[in-house]
Structure formats: structure tokens, C-alpha cells
């Protein structure tokens, strides 16, 4: 049948498309969530049955750094050969606008956490932020939060908290901050740019930033604007290109902006004893 042919061809298509290419993440859904949609709308899309098919294997597709639940932008996907790839994208610079909110802490560092502490900010001024913020500039120790893709045992963290475990909190590490400036001052909120290396939690700075202003405060909005050279504005498809073609298009273009592609643009990498985040 005639379907059936394009269907064979969409699926060869599929199964030979290898590289780099970035999604926008929608909030809401975690990053391996947002994966496995990923993986079923092109294997739907090519007519290939997954229920006891073992074709289903064969898509091999990972990324490149988690991004939190409630955390929006660039998710850097790896298809085919190109999972090889993803630890240079763990290892490599991020950027990152964050909405902060003064005055009260969560247990998860960010708005979906339960509120474990309020405190007056009404004496924090633009100045005082601006002056913190140099704190935490270059090359700084941080320590991850309690909730993350950080494992312990195999298990994540977030899993082992949501279980009531009690998990002791990782020992502070170096992290790398190349830029931070505040956009915006309009208590209680807060908007920061900051681009940062591997391993880096946008969460646990903006904690530390109001500790360091003897308030406290948690994220409220986060937004991943560049990971490695792929951008939100210029690289990451939206959900309704998620599409096998948009794909290919979007691979032959990527492939241009990676190390060794045709242009050899560096990119920023860390120690790799900094990547942090355990690929799915």
C-alpha cells in the first residue's frame, strides 16, 4: 500500500537521523518526560509499533542536562550517534534567565517546593543586590540542592527525597559563573542573567543570594536561553515541529555550530570531573 511505503520510508528517515538538536522544554513535565513524548510522536509519526516491537530500541535518543520540572527553554537532544556527544553539552556553558523572589525559602529552592521559611526584605536595595551578585562571580563553591538529578546510591536525589529518605547534603563544589547581572528590581522579585558552567544550579544561587542578604529566597521562574551554541530563540523547536522532517532540517544546521563541524567554534567545557547531571 501506498501509506504503507511512506510509512517505510518515514521510518527509514527515523532510524538514520544521528546528531545535536535542541527542543524548548515546556514547564511543567521533567526533562526525560519531555524525551520520551519526544521519541513517541516520531515513532508514531514513521508507523512504527512499539507495543512488543523491539524496533523500538533501536531509536537511540538521550539529552544533554536536565532541566527542573518547572523550568522552561533549551533542552539539547542527542539522536543516533550524536548521544555520544551529550557529555561535551553536560560539560559546556549555559545561560539562564531566573525570576528570584525575596522573602521566602522552599525546600525545593524553587515554587513548587513547600515554604519553610519567611523573612522581611523590605530593607534589601538594587544596590545591595547588585553588590552580592559580584559574591558570586567566576570561579565559586556551591552546593547542589537536596532536590536534584543528583544521584546517591544509583538513586536520584529528588527520588530519594520524595520517598521521606533523609539525604545529607552533598558537599559544596567548584562551579563556574562567566557572567551575572540583574535585569530587573521589583520586590519581592528579582530577574538575574547568569551564564554559567557545568553542574551549575540556578536554584541554589538565588538561596545563596538571599542568605547573603539576610533574607531568603527561591526561584520563581526559570528559563534555560542557551546551552553550548544552540539557543532558545534561534535552535529549539517548538512542541509542533517536533516533527521527523523538522528534525532533519534541524541537524544539518546544528551540525554547523559543534566542535569539529564546519565552523569549529569552541565551546566553554569545564573539568569533566564538573558534569553533573546523569544523562537518561
Not at 36 to 49: I, S, T
Not at 100 to 114: H, Y
Not at 193 to 202: I, S, T
Amino acid at each position: 500500500s501506498m501509506a504503507g511505503e511512506a510509512g517505510g520510508r518515514a521510518a527509514d528517515k527515523l532510524f538514520s537521523l544521528s546528531g545535536l538538536f535542541a527542543v524548548r522544554k515546556p514547564k511543567g513535565p521533567t526533562s526525560a518526560a519531555v524525551l520520551n513524548l519526544l521519541k513517541e510522536r516520531l515513532l508514531a509519526e514513521a508507523g512504527v509499533q512499539t507495543n512488543g516491537n523491539k524496533r523500538n530500541q533501536v531509536l537511540k535518543i538521550g539529552h544533554g542536562g536536565t532541566l527542573d520540572s518547572a523550568a522552561t527553554g533549551v533542552l539539547v537532544v542527542g539522536i543516533g550517534k550524536g548521544t555520544k556527544m551529550l557529555g561535551t553539552m553536560l560539560a559546556g556553558s549555559k545561560k539562564y534567565t531566573a525570576i528570584g523572589m525575596l522573602g521566602k525559602a522552599t525546600d525545593t529552592l524553587d515554587a513548587t517546593g513547600k515554604v519553610t521559611e519567611e523573612k522581611p526584605y523590605d530593607q534589601v536595595t538594587k544596590g545591595d543586590l547588585e553588590n552580592v551578585l559580584q559574591k558570586f562571580t567566576g570561579d565559586i563553591m556551591q552546593v547542589p540542592p537536596l532536590y536534584s538529578a543528583l544521584k546517591k546510591d544509583g538513586e536520584r536525589l529528588s527520588t530519594l527525597m520524595k520517598r521521606g529518605e533523609a539525604v545529607e547534603a552533598k558537599p559544596a563544589r567548584p562551579v563556574r559563573v562567566y557572567s551575572l547581572s540583574l535585569q530587573q528590581f521589583q520586590p519581592p522579585l528579582f530577574t538575574l542573567d547568569v551564564e554559567c558552567g557545568g553542574g551549575f544550579y540556578v536554584r541554589s544561587l538565588v538561596n545563596d543570594i538571599g542568605k547573603e542578604l539576610s533574607t531568603c529566597a527561591t526561584v520563581q521562574e526559570l528559563t534555560r536561553t542557551k546551552q553550548g551554541p544552540f539557543t532558545l530563540e534561534e535552535h529549539a523547536l517548538h512542541e509542533d515541529k517536533w516533527t521527523i522532517d523538522e528534525i532533519a532540517r534541524s541537524l544539518e544546521h546544528c551540525t554547523a555550530l559543534l566542535p569539529g563541524g564546519p565552523s569549529r567554534k569552541k565551546l566553554k567545557t569545564e573539568h569533566p570531573a564538573e558534569t553533573a547531571v546523569i544523562c537518561e
